[in-house]
């Protein structure tokens, strides 16, 4: 998950816990194949602790992991899986092919490490200096690893295809495009599914349809005049006034309010929806004897971002600075994660179906600050991403990637396994 605005979050409260209702289904009944889906992840549950403990004391950074590329590559081929490596790069992908008439299903997992020395209060800390597991990224590859090994123990009660991606180089938004451009292109995936451990409780899956995430942009003003701080400041005060928009008195830029039930994500009165702000404050610097401004805007609607750049221009045009103003441009603009509509309803159905009724809590709205490079796959096959709970708040341990003693509940390994395994052997079913 890229990070495009460093902060750091404290849960503290109660209320922000969801909780999973079809744990307390004591009387669903679960088909058999499932049922050895759940038996074979239990056998390795302190494998899949082992394996995320190991990955998290050796990060690679983006572009250098060669060492986690030949640990992934092992595993994969002691399970018998077919092992394709990047041509550019360091990722890994692993086929298992049940032979018997199906789709190709793919599941991605990133791979690299962040360059950072926050806290990290575990007793399996990193042996890399400056580099940290810090989003999560070891969590990921150790629930796919868990899934290609529970699919492969039950290949005989399974149809189509699987394909286990281990993508580098998300943080730098650049490995999924590598990858699509050369190996995945080749293997004409049907459905491709992913997911992020996040701040919610451990175990718990969150969904929904189109974009995960608000659009960010990165907007960039340049002035032929120099500008003090009173000007930078009352240019950000103009842009803020003209453009930022949000429900009465809500504050989408504070990620603390993102797991309250009353207001949070899974409210469908969230805050976190049809809002546009620019984040605060502006870099600024001189280059060429001219001055440059530089933000992040977050918009939740993308038919209104082409109107961005003409607003900022009227705004500044009707004001003292005008004259001054000699461009305004979008100097970074990424894609952002966006789920098939109806693929997305299936798999909800389908945990549903599995695991209980309304096992999934559906979202509403979209995250401001983060991102994922998954979106490229998205744009050639269709696919869905999850947001994937980490978190054990009376522990007070609290999944909120990219931020200090950021610390993951290592139950969701099992529960993560077990769960998209179970979704990927349906999807692979053949159509009828």
């Known amino acids: 998950m890229r990070l495009t605005r460093p902060f750091r979050i404290i849960f503290c409260s109660a209320a922000m816990l969801f909780q999973l209702s079809a744990m307390a289904q004591n009387n669903k009944i679960v088909p058999p194949v499932h049922q050895s889906i759940q038996a074979s992840a239990n056998q390795m549950a302190d494998q899949l602790v082992q394996i995320r403990r190991t990955l998290h004391q050796h990060p690679e950074l983006a572009g250098k992991e060669q060492q986690t590329q ?5 595993h994969l081929v002691n399970l018998g899986l077919e092992v394709i490596t990047q041509t550019n790069g360091y990722g890994i992908i692993g ?20 360059p950072n020395d926050f806290p990290d209060p575990v007793d399996f800390k990193s042996t890399q200096a400056g580099v940290q597991h810090g989003c999560g990224h070891d969590i990921h590859m150790t629930i796919a690893l868990g899934m290609a090994q529970v699919l492969a123990k039950n290949n005989e009660q399974l149809s189509g295809s699987f394909y286990f991606i ?20 080749q293997l004409h995936l049907d459905e491709i599914y992913g997911l ?9 899956i969150m969904v929904k349809p189109n974009e ?13 005049k120099t500008l003090d701080k009173e000007a930078i400041q009352e240019i950000s005060q103009l842009l803020d006034a003209g453009l930022s928009r949000s429900m009465t008195n809500s504050k989408p830029w504070e990620m603390q309010q993102i797991l ?40 939740t609607n993308a038919q209104k971002i082409p109107l961005i750049i003409p607003q900022i221009k009227k705004i500044l045009a009707a ?25 997305t309803g299936l798999a909800i159905q389908t945990l549903d179906q599995i695991y209980g009724k309304d096992f999934v809590v559906k979202a509403y709205g979209q995250v401001p600050f983060f991102n994922d490079d998954f979106a490229f796959y998205q744009q050639k096959i269709p696919g869905v991403y999850f947001l994937f709970g980490g978190s054990n708040f009376e522990k007070g341990w609290i999944a909120m990637n990219h931020a200090p003693n950021f610390m993951v509940d290592e139950s969701c390994l099992l529960s993560g396994v077990k769960y998209f395994s179970s979704l990927l052997v349906e999807r692979a079913k053949p159509t009828l």
């Not at 180089?169 to 292109?185: M, P, R, S």
């Open 70 to 74: 030949a640990f992934l590559q092992k």
């Open 95 to 114: 086929v298992l092919k049940t032979g018997k008439k199906g789709k190709k299903i793919a599941w991605r997992a990133d791979m690299d490490a962040l």
């Open 166 to 185: 281990f993508q580098t180089e998300e943080e730098t938004f650049v490995g999924a495009k590598k990858l699509l451009d050369n190996q995945i292109a």
């Open 196 to 204: 992020h451990v996040t701040a919610m409780t451990a175990g718990q």
């Open 212 to 224: 995960i995430f608000a659009y960010q942009k990165r907007v960039q003003l340049r002035f032929n």
């Open 260 to 299: 309250d039930p009353k207001i949070g994500l899974s409210n469908d009165k969230t805050i976190f929806q049809d809002y546009c702000f620019l984040n605060q404050p502006y870099s600024a610097y001189t280059e060429k004897e001219e001055q440059i401004l530089a933000t992040d805007l977050y918009e």
């Open 319 to 343: 004001s003292k600075y005008g004259s001054n103003l000699s461009a305004v441009s979008f100097i970074q603009e990424n894609i952002t994660v966006n789920n098939d509509p109806k693929l």
